[in-house]
């Protein structure tokens, strides 16, 4: 049974689905929630990490799609939050990759590289700002090129996210 031949599970009280047509999704149904706007125009612009990016002190936004807006409800300033982006121009093809900074070739899930199977960025930020209606979201800081496709946004739970000591 495909998914559209399903029925749509019911939804607790509060509960709004998204407007407009299911997305057409392809191979593991994602779908681009947005773009990442940030000062960076290529790969060899960019920071090598967030640290570098923080370093480099230009903020960043985050441009969510109509359809997607409803979703930020709840977001504020100075939230810590996790942004998931396709980081759509990187190779996905490599087991082992030759890093400038290492003594030897390491693992891909060894590594922070864009290079991996799957191409999924995490990124952990703080929102300078947030434009509900606008789906404008100003960040701290990022480290991808400009346009780079937005997956999700999750929060940052301190109680959850943060190591055991």
Not at 94 to 114: E, I, N
Not at 118 to 147: E, F, K, Q, Y
Not at 155 to 165: G, Q
Request: aromatic residues 6%; charged residues 25%; contains cysteine.
């Amino acid at each position: 049974m495909t998914t559209s031949e399903q029925s749509a599970p019911a939804v607790r009280p509060g509960a709004v689905r998204f407007d407009g047509p299911e997305p057409s999704y392809d191979d593991a149904g994602l779908v681009f929630i947005g773009r990442v706007r940030s000062p960076w125009a290529s790969r060899d612009d960019c920071p090598k990490n967030l640290s570098d990016a923080r370093e480099r002190g230009q903020p960043a936004r985050v441009e969510i799609d109509a359809r997607w807006r409803g979703a930020l409800t709840g977001l504020g300033v100075d939230r810590w939050v996790f942004l998931l982006t396709w980081l759509d121009g990187a190779e996905r093809d490599l087991a082992l990759q030759a890093p400038r900074h290492a003594d030897g070739p390491r693992g891909t899930f060894t590594l922070r590289s864009p290079v991996r199977p799957n191409p999924i960025g995490l990124h952990l930020v703080r929102l300078l700002s947030v434009d509900l209606d606008a789906g404008i979201l100003t960040i701290d800081a990022i480290d991808v090129r400009d346009g780079t496709p937005l997956i999700d946004i999750k929060p940052y739970l301190a109680s959850i996210d943060a190591p055991p000591e």
